[in-house]
Nanobody
Framework: QVQLIETGGGSVQSGDSLRLSCAAS????????MGWFRQAPGKEREFVAA????????YYGDAVKGRFTITRDNAKRTVYLQMASLKTGDTAVYYC?????????????????????WGQGTQVTVST
């Protein structure tokens, strides 16, 4: 069982920046593909960003391209989501996810599939 703990959520204003962190419990973290997803009230879960375990290839959802950046620090077993130029439409609960199955996850048509474990989520609220 892999535990994922997200931190860094909060309330900000439009145009502000925020960084989310997700710490993993498993020492084999470096072999996990990691991702961020979000869910706003009344909406389906949405892919935000992902980073592979091998060469660190990154993928982004269309809504956040050019504004959000996903990175990872394997020594700290942590993945980050740097969010810039935040909009009210970015308001959601943000979830960290891990694929522990060696290439079990994949990107297709703007979505990312195949995550095995999920964190409890952290709220991000963007106001005008």
């Amino acid at each position: 069982q892999v535990q994922l703990i997200e931190t860094g959520g909060g309330s900000v204003q439009s145009g502000d920046s925020l960084r989310l962190s997700c710490a993993a419990s498993d020492p084999t973290f470096s072999s996990f593909a990691m991702g961020w997803f979000r869910q706003a009230p009344g909406k389906e879960r949405e892919f935000v960003a992902a980073i592979t375990w091998s060469v660190g290839t990154t993928y982004y959802g269309d809504a956040v391209k050019g504004r959000f950046t996903i990175t990872r620090d394997n020594a700290k077993r942590t993945v980050y989501l740097q969010m810039a130029s935040l909009k009210t439409g970015d308001t959601a609960v943000y979830y960290c996810a891990a694929d522990v199955d060696y290439n079990g996850s994949y990107y297709r048509d703007g979505h990312y599939y195949g995550m095995d474990y999920w964190g409890q989520g952290t709220q991000v609220t963007v106001s005008t």
